[in-house]
């Protein structure tokens, strides 16, 4: 009766052990979201040309292209390489 015993825990421990591993698991969090481009190719929500508030904030901190009108850090005239990033 004791061996009947030892067999029922071992048993009952293997069943445990394999519902656990096929237990499905949390899911991942939801990758970050990609932030959304504008029409030039630049993050909506930092896009002097489609807000443009934003012209004080980026002449404030000297990253502004009077040329072009638009801040030096997207400007694709200015700065080609730009262009490989998708900016317009």
């Known amino acids: 009766?004791?061996?009947?015993?030892?067999?029922?825990?071992?048993?009952?421990?293997?069943?445990?052990?394999?519902?656990?591993?096929?237990?499905?698991?949390?899911?991942?969090p939801a990758p970050a979201k990609k932030a959304e481009k504008c029409e030039h190719g630049v993050t909506k929500s930092l896009c002097a040309r489609c807000n443009p508030k934003l012209e004080a904030v980026f002449k404030a901190k000297a990253d502004w292209c009077v040329e072009h009108t638009r801040p030096e850090s997207q400007c694709v005239i200015c700065n080609p390489a730009l262009a490989k990033q998708g900016v317009k």
């Open 1 to 28: 009766m004791r061996s009947f015993r030892s067999l029922a825990v071992v048993v009952s421990f293997a069943l445990t052990s394999v519902a656990l591993a096929e237990a499905p698991r949390a899911a991942d």
